[in-house]
């Protein structure tokens, strides 16, 4: 079967990691949102920039792919396993949301999307982004384009 994918990396995550990891956001939640506006939106602007684990581990394999073809079509070909290696790594996450090198990226502190999201909703939460939410009609168009501009902020 197929994880889902919200959950899928922590579900392959040993407990502490995933637990050190919500502590964090826990953390940054507390100092930032109790910080002046200035800051928050530093925060915000900088939780826009920071590179997910999905991100991170594509970078990496796509990386050692080039590596082990360039060193395969100069050096040696058995470089070129390495190649193979990386892409099957890279095709074992996409199914199971699991591969070697995850708990090497988790345990340096590398979060997932829906982490960094956690982080990023709950402050805008506390800056007071959706105080003007509409919560009437939710087939109205105009309401519709209205939260998702809130929501986009």
Known sequence: MIPKTVTRIRDHTADEVNERIRRQTEENISIF???????????????DSEWDI????????GSVILLGFFL?????????????AAAGFLL???????????A???????????????ER???KALRGD????????HNDR????RLLQIVQR
């Open 92 to 102: 074992q996450h996409a199914v199971q949301g699991w591969c070697p090198p995850i």
């Open 72 to 84: 395969g079509a100069t050096a040696n070909r058995k470089w070129f396993l390495l190649s193979a």
């Open 121 to 123: 909703y709950a402050l």
């Open 54 to 61: 999905e991100r991170s581990l594509e970078a990496n394999a």
């Open 33 to 47: 949102g109790n910080a002046g506006p200035e800051v928050l939106n530093r925060r915000l602007a900088e939780l």
């Open 130 to 137: 959706f105080r003007d939410a509409p919560s009437g009609n």
């Open 142 to 145: 105009a309401e519709i384009d």
């Open 104 to 118: 090497v990226f988790r345990r340096l502190g590398f979060r997932t999307a829906a982490e960094i999201d956690y």
